[in-house]
């Protein structure tokens, strides 16, 4: 583990949002579940409302608030390192750092706030497990590490530890509601019954 260093940029980040994924375990459309009154992506786009370009990252391209910009993975469902790397095509030049966030989280605005507070970093649980679709990231280190998996190959298929686990980022800890997530509907059961 590191510790964080790089000092934010003036700019306000751009924020990637993972939403590719099947939702094979969850049995459904996950990303319109709805906790808190609101359905899980809604409250995504809410947390990085601050962030300059937001780009959606889905294969089913829905649609969205004004200004974010949506975009699905080549090939659709190609995972979440092709997500990471069709979200990044997306991105303006004048970028200077990234967050990269998943789409399924119980508090997005937990995760946020957790990014924006470390300098460059990825988050990781309570027992140092990093959790490779939560980071903030510099985002010419991310087209360059993009521009070498390309060169070994495609990036459909692979995790997304191939792009932000091989940037040499500090991996620090945060409170687990920044980086509980949503897999089953249990989990979804669970976390209704904790906020009644």
């Known amino acids: 583990m590191g510790t ?23 049995g459904g459309d996950k990303l319109s579940a ?9 409250a995504t786009l809410a947390a990085v409302a601050g ?4 780009v959606l990252v889905s294969a089913t391209c829905p649609t ?7 975009v699905s993975e080549h090939p659709r469902w190609g995972g979440p390192a092709a997500a990471i790397v069709a979200g990044a095509a997306a991105l303006p030049r004048e970028v200077d750092e990234t ?32 959790q490779w679709l939560l980071a903030r990231v510099p985002a010419r280190a991310l087209h360059e590490r993009i521009a070498r998996l390309e060169a070994e190959g495609a990036a459909t298929g692979r995790p997304a530890a191939s ?8 991996i620090v800890p945060a409170r687990a ?20």
Do not use: Y
């Open 4 to 26: 964080p260093t790089s000092p934010p940029s003036r700019r306000p980040p751009a924020a990637i949002i993972v939403a590719g994924g099947r939702s094979s375990r969850f």
């Open 34 to 42: 709805r906790l808190h009154g609101r359905t899980l992506l809604d």
């Open 51 to 54: 962030c300059e370009p937001v």
């Open 64 to 70: 969205v608030a004004e200004g974010v910009v949506t």
């Open 99 to 130: 967050l990269i966030i998943a789409a399924d989280l119980v508090d997005p605005e937990a995760a946020v706030a957790a990014l924006l507070a470390i300098g460059h970093g990825v988050l990781a649980d309570e027992t140092g497990r990093a």
């Open 163 to 170: 792009i932000t686990g091989e940037l040499g980022l500090p």
């Open 177 to 196: 509601e920044a980086i509980a997530d949503i897999d089953l509907p249990e989990d979804l059961d669970r976390m209704k019954e904790q906020h009644r």
